[in-house]
């Protein structure tokens, strides 16, 4: 038996394409980090289903408010400061996937040493 649920070891394979996802949207993300002022936050989310759900400019004295009423609860949530370029944008969409890949990898194999092991006298 698995240490971990089906949807646990699914999630971080989810999570490259979702950031496969926000890394298609940089160029909206970028224009509107252009936009927002220094007391805002760019907020960007995929919902659980891999649907992009939008780009949100928030106060950030009302972050933690405005988060719940928005943020999808198995979905990805970023938060970008004002000015953030493209690239940076891009970049960082692409580190957070290879860190998914890699807690997809280390679920894996932790995984199959858990199963049992059938042996030839098992059978």
């Keep these: 038996m698995s ?3 089906p ?5 971080p394979a989810r999570a490259i394409q979702a ?8 160029s909206e993300i970028g224009l509107a980090t252009s936009k927002a002022s220094r007391d805002e936050s760019v907020v ?12 949100w ?18 979905g990805w949530t970023l938060l ?4 953030v370029a ?11 996937a290879r860190l998914s890949f890699k807690r997809w990898e280390a679920l ?6 858990r199963r049992p092991q059938v042996t030839s006298h098992d059978a």
């Design 19 to 26: 950031y496969g996802i926000l890394r298609t949207h940089a």
């Design 44 to 55: 960007v989310i995929v919902t659980g289903d891999l649907s992009f759900a939008g780009i």
């Design 108 to 113: 894996q194999r932790y995984a199959s040493f």
């Design 57 to 74: 400019i928030l106060p950030r004295s009302e972050l933690t408010t405005q988060l719940s009423e928005i943020e999808d609860e198995q």
């Design 80 to 83: 970008f400061e004002p000015y």
């Design 86 to 96: 493209v690239a940076e944008i891009e970049d960082h969409c692409l580190t957070l």
């Design 3 to 5: 240490a971990f649920s």
């Design 7 to 11: 949807d646990a070891l699914a999630r």
